[in-house]
Structure formats: structure tokens, C-alpha cells
């Protein structure tokens, strides 16, 4: 629950990366709210332009957030924000932006920031560093 809300706390910051954890995690427990908010308003709305109103507002309250985590996470894969738009290809699009999802960051520090699981990387001038450290 502390990265859902901390996810939330970036709303609004495109900068920086976001591991597959706490942009999954974001994605699926919305995706949860949304249905669990959607049944509530079916039992309870029986005028559907309130249904339909308050479905948009919702929608348009998690869009920014949601393009925030979503540009972090091609960040952590080392792909440009603009990576996003490649969903607008008809089928194939959609496809390539989940595998991006779905595969793991770069290791170690990218152009776009620190690795945010704090994992050596895989360049070999900090594998020399870490060679060299000595140990305690």
C-alpha cells in the first residue's frame, strides 16, 4: 500500500524511473478500485448521465498520474516517454508497450536516474569499482 500511495505523490513527475512493481501495482489496484466503484454505481445511480459523469471524472483523475508512471516506467527500460505513443499502432502497438512494461529495467544508473532496485550495473567500469571495494 506504501508504493500505491507513493505513486500517487508523483502524480504529476515524469522525471525519473519506475520499477515493474510500482507501476503494476498502481495499474492493477486501480483496475480494482474502478470495478469495485463501477458496481457501486450500478446499484446505486439510476439516472445514467450521473453514472457516465462520475465515471469520467474518475477517469480523468487517474489519467495524469497514470502517463506519469507509465513515462518512469520506459524510462526504467531505458526508452524515451515518448515510447507511449507507439500504442496508437492498431494491435501491434499495444503489444510492444506491454513487453516494455513487463521486461526489466536496466540495471544500474541510466540517462533518465539511479536504478530505483538499487542493483550494481551491468557496465563493466562499475564492476571494476565494486572489485576494488573493499570488503568489511
Not at 526489466?104 to 567500469?125: T, W
Request: aromatic letters at 10%; glycine letters at 6%.
Amino acid at each position: 500500500m506504501r508504493d500505491y500511495l507513493q505513486t500517487w505523490r508523483r502524480s504529476f513527475n515524469f522525471s525519473g524511473r519506475a520499477c515493474r512493481r510500482e507501476f503494476w501495482l498502481f495499474v492493477c489496484v486501480n483496475a480494482v478500485l474502478f470495478s469495485f466503484v463501477e458496481r457501486i454505481l450500478r446499484m446505486s445511480l439510476s439516472i445514467e448521465e450521473y453514472e457516465a459523469l462520475v465515471r469520467q471524472t474518475l477517469y480523468c483523475l487517474v489519467l495524469i498520474p497514470t502517463l506519469a508512471v507509465t513515462v518512469r516506467r520506459l524510462h526504467d527500460t531505458d526508452k524515451s516517454g515518448g515510447t507511449i505513443f507507439i500504442a496508437l499502432i492498431i494491435i501491434v502497438g499495444p503489444l510492444l508497450l506491454l513487453a516494455c512494461f513487463l521486461q526489466d529495467g536496466q540495471a544500474g544508473k541510466n540517462r533518465f536516474g539511479p536504478d530505483p532496485k538499487k542493483r550494481p550495473s551491468d557496465d563493466p567500469s562499475s564492476l571494476r569499482l565494486l572489485a576494488c571495494t573493499p570488503v568489511e
